[in-house]
């Protein structure tokens, strides 16, 4: 016998749209707070893995992907990336 079964169900998934009014930014230097959430600069995605700061534009924030991305290419990740694998 093993221990089979679908692992715990959680039930929550994001948050209730518009409770409260959350502006996005894609500056490096401010904090993320209850109204305030970051966006990357390069795709726009709001929940990365983790945030870089942009290597070709200053003060601008990335996600981990558009980040590595430009380290790498010194050059912004295309907007289509996912897809051609």
């Known amino acids: 016998g093993g ?3 679908m ?3 959680m039930g929550m998934l994001g948050g209730i749209p518009g409770h409260i ?3 996005h930014t894609d500056d490096a230097n401010s904090k993320e707070t209850q109204f305030l959430r970051r966006r990357c600069f390069n795709c726009r995605t709001t929940d990365p893995p983790s945030w870089r700061r942009s290597t070709l534009n200053q003060g601008k924030i990335v996600c981990n992907k ?12 295309p907007p289509r990336f996912d897809e051609m694998r």
């Open 7 to 9: 692992g715990g169900g």
């Open 66 to 77: 558009c980040g590595l991305y430009e380290r790498t290419h010194m050059r912004p990740r």
């Open 3 to 5: 221990l089979g079964g």
């Open 21 to 23: 009014a959350v502006m």
